[in-house]
C-alpha cells in the first residue's frame, strides 16, 4: 500500500493505492489554517479492516442489488453479503491494490485496476481508470471503464465529509437539488417507487441544518448545470459543493461517527427496475463519470 501527496496553493490530498483511497484533503477554513474535511483513518494499514470503507472507490456496482440479475436474457447470480450484494462484496473495488499510471505532485493522480470476469458474479473483464485532479480550490474525480462482455457498472466514491474536522454533523447546514427520491424496502434496496421530498425529511432544496437526522438514502438529482449538492460548516465557515453528471446521489451519514457521504451515481438495483437509468455496458462503450468538490468560504 503505497500513499501519494498532491497539493496546489490552495487545498492538499493524500490518496492510497488501496482501494485507490482519498486518504486526507486538507482545505482552509476562515482563520487561514487547513481543516482536514476527511473522516479518514490515522493509519494506512488500517484501511484493510475498515468496514466503512473510507475515502474507496467502490465498483463494479456501488450501493445494494438484488439476486438474481438479467444480462442479455441470461441470468446472474451475484455475490450475497448483506442480504443483497452490498457495494459489490468481498470483491468490491474498495478492497484491491490499483496500479499507479500517472502522478503529478502538483497537480493530480491516476490510478488503473483490472476486474477479472466472474468477479462478485458479474460477467466482463473490466478495466477501471481513475483521476483525482486538483484544479484550484476543486477536487475532481474522474471515472472511466471498459468491458469485453456485457456487463454493469455503477462506480462512486465513498469519502465521509466533515468540515470542521472531527465536530458534529449536525450543526450544518445541507442542500440537495432534488425533487424526488426513491422509496426503500426493509434491506435499503429501492422499491422502484420515487417519491416527492415536499413535506418530508429529505426537502433539502432550500438549506436546512441537518440536526439528528441520519440518512442512507439515493435522491433523484435535477437536472442542472448548478451544484447538486450543497453543505455549510458555520463554525469553519467552509462551504463546499458537489457537481456530477450522475443521476443520483446517496447522502449517507453513519451513526458511528460524524461524517457525510456525498455517493454520486446511478440507483441502486437499476437492473432490476426497467424505468431506473441503465446501467448497462457493452463491449466498445466506455463509461464515463464525472464528479467535483468546490470549496470555498461564506463569512
Known sequence: MNQFLVSNNLIKAKFLSYGAILHELWVKNYKNKYVNVIKGLKKKEEYLNDIWSRGAIMGRYAGRLENPILIEDKKYEIENNDGVLLHSGLSGWNKKNWKLINYNKDKSISFEYL????????????????????????????????????????????????????????????????DYYLELKNNLVPSGKILNV??????????????TNRFDDCFVL??????????????????????????????????????????????????????????????????????????????
Open 115 to 178: 476486474c477479472k470476469d466472474g468477479s462478485s458474479g458479474f460477467p466482463g473483464n473490466v478495466v477501471v481508470k481513475i483521476k483525482y485532479a486538483l484544479i484550484e480550490n476543486e477536487l475532481q474525480i474522474s471515472y472511466l471503464a471498459e468491458t469485453d462482455n456485457t456487463t454493469h457498472i455503477n462506480l462512486t466514491n465513498h469519502s465521509y465529509f466533515n468540515l470542521n474536522g472531527n465536530n458534529p454533523i449536525n450543526s450544518n447546514f445541507l442542500k440537495i437539488n432534488a
Open 222 to 299: 435535477n437536472k442542472t448545470k448548478e451544484a447538486v449538492a450543497s453543505i455549510y460548516d458555520p463554525n469553519s465557515k467552509i462551504n463546499m459543493e458537489v457537481y456530477t453528471n450522475q443521476p443520483g446521489i446517496v447522502i449517507f451519514t453513519p451513526l458511528n461517527f460524524d461524517g457525510i457521504c456525498f455517493e454520486t451515481q446511478k440507483f441502486s438495483n437499476s437492473p432490476n427496475i426497467s424505468h431506473f437509468p441503465k446501467t448497462v455496458l457493452k463491449t466498445g462503450e466506455v463509461y464515463e463519470q464525472k464528479t467535483k468538490f468546490r470549496f470555498s468560504l461564506i463569512e
Open 198 to 211: 415536499s413535506e418530508t425529511k429529505f426537502d433539502f432544496r432550500n438549506f436546512k441544518v441537518i440536526g
